[in-house]
């Protein structure tokens, strides 16, 4: 234990004390490129009304821009998630190729040239697109590889707080966002936004590689002094630094023997294997399940179309307070959520989070719906304009507790060794798969059925999702890497 006195040459006793403040910092550091993907997230609120609207050229005539249609605007918002669909796909492969810490710094190039190309393409729409797309790229594969990162390096007894980061520093980037594109020229926005990326590169670079990835490449010196770092053991016989070293190599066995050529099976027997594998519910096909499912309920609340039109959902809603300030009230509220959230997640449990998030989401959004169909049929509302304005800040507070913050931290933690590239960067496509078809249809939704009735929609798959979080996620707070593999395998608690 972390209170256990080692003996030293000399007979003196060296009492270990485990820091954390190393880990934090790496974590922190790591989801500087998850902050630079939240900007990416947060941009179309400020950015898509302003190029709706026609301003001035800097050309010394009286000609103006020419406004961009709604779906246009609808395209620049959505196609950020084919991007980040486009750098899902081969993340958590290629994690594991290069490594966490080398594909992470690499991400941060397509995010600098995307906001370079907005700089200047304010009148060009094609350009605006791909810009878009690249960023998209950046954000995508900082969702898979960052989470991985965290839980790689984090102790048992953090690794939900540093799990959560990865949420937290996207709402922070959606904040961001909001704040400075609100009170910054256009030009002024997009070299702040650069900036953010920028800035993670040349912190980042310092820090150490995960020892989980650096054992999975036989690196065990390497994995040592990575790990003595994180724990903040310097070079003192610490025996919790080999106890935890043995951990990580018993926990990456498996992974090896997957890889051995003696273990290749033909095609089709991979197939059979594969389908046998799912109906005796192995643990990655329950990991699996389990992940994608809460994926799918973290993009079906519609949060990401409610921060993508932040704007424009309080504009429909009929409140007589301003949409950007309302904007920026909810982008601060999220991220508050985001943070508290970071601070009970090892407390109070993944289940009990999930459930409150769920309950609380259903009754945001039925609240809604309630009161946009109220207001679409003409009643006089307006002395209750400040429910619109209460409801999605309770929404984003409990969205932040639980499903926001949580799918990422699963995804972590549930995920074997042998399949984490394979389940990490499908969940996450799935995730942006469904942010594309959220953003996008979005409006469309609301051309066609009505803000309340979209509402609606969004309401009755939380409902269903209270259900399967009961029924199917287990409880993974506290345990090790080890035990929730036992049970998922076995459906019991190990033995400590």
Not at 67 to 78: H, K, N, V
Not at 282 to 306: D, E, H, N, R, W
Not at 412 to 419: G, K, T, V, Y
Request: with cysteine.
């Amino acid at each position: 234990m972390a209170d256990q006195a080692v003996e030293g040459e000399k007979g003196e006793t060296w009492q270990p004390r485990r820091r954390v403040w190393p880990q934090h910092t790496a974590a922190l550091l790591a989801t500087l490129c998850a902050m630079s993907g939240g900007i990416v997230m947060g941009w179309s609120t400020p950015a898509v009304p302003y190029l709706q609207e026609s301003h001035p050229l800097n050309d010394g005539t009286n000609a103006t821009t020419i406004p961009i249609t709604d779906e246009e605007g609808s395209w620049l918002g959505s196609l950020s998630a084919v991007g980040a669909l486009l750098g899902a796909m081969p993340a958590g492969i290629l994690s594991d190729m290069f490594g966490r810490k080398r594909m992470l710094l690499i991400l941060a190039v397509p995010l600098i040239l995307s906001w370079i190309v907005l700089m200047f393409v304010e009148q060009n729409i094609l350009l605006l697109y791909v810009a878009r797309l690249i960023s998209g790229i950046g954000l995508g594969g900082s969702t898979v590889i960052s989470p991985i990162y965290n839980e790689e390096i984090a102790d048992v007894d953090i690794r939900g707080s540093l799990g959560t980061y990865c949420e937290v520093m996207l709402c922070v980037g959606i904040f961001y966002a909001f704040c400075v594109g609100s009170y910054l020229p256009y030009l002024w926005f997009h070299i702040a936004c650069c900036a953010v990326p920028v800035l993670f590169m040349f912190t980042f670079v310092w820090m150490p590689e995960s020892p989980v990835y650096l054992v999975l490449k036989d690196l065990p010196d390497e994995a040592e002094k990575a790990l003595r770092w994180f724990r903040g053991a310097g070079d003192h016989d610490d025996p919790e630094i080999k106890e935890e070293l043995e951990s990580i190599n018993r926990f990456v066995e498996e992974a090896k023997k997957s890889k051995d050529p003696k273990n290749k099976t033909p095609l089709f027997q991979k197939i059979r294997k594969s389908v046998q594998s799912i109906s005796t519910s192995s643990p990655t096909f329950k990991a699996a399940y389990i992940v994608f499912g809460l994926m799918f309920l973290q993009q079906m609340s519609g949060t990401c179309a409610f921060m993508y039109y932040t704007v424009n959902v309080f504009r429909d809603a009929g409140t007589t307070l301003s949409p950007h300030l309302c904007s920026i009230i909810v982008a601060f509220v999220q991220l508050v959520g985001g943070f508290s959230a970071s601070r009970v997640v090892d407390h109070a449990g993944r289940r009990p989070l999930l459930l409150f998030s769920g309950s609380s989401l259903t009754v945001c959004l039925a609240t809604m719906s309630i009161y946009t169909y109220l207001n679409e049929s003409e009643i006089d509302v307006t002395q209750f304009s400040w429910v619109p304005l209460l409801a999605l800040n309770v929404f984003v507070v409990s969205f932040e507790f639980g499903m926001g913050t949580l799918p990422w931290l699963m995804m972590a933690e549930l995920a074997p060794s042998e399949s984490r590239g394979f389940i990490a960067g499908g969940s996450v496509c799935l995730n942006w798969i469904l942010v594309f078809l959220v953003t996008k249809c979005f409006t469309n939704m609301i051309d066609v059925m009505g803000l309340a009735m979209t509402y609606g929609t969004y309401c009755i798959c939380m409902f269903v999702g209270i259900f399967f979080v009961w029924f199917f996620v287990p409880e993974t707070n506290g345990k090790t890497r080890e035990q929730i593999q036992h049970e998922l395998k076995f459906g019991k608690k190990a033995v400590s």
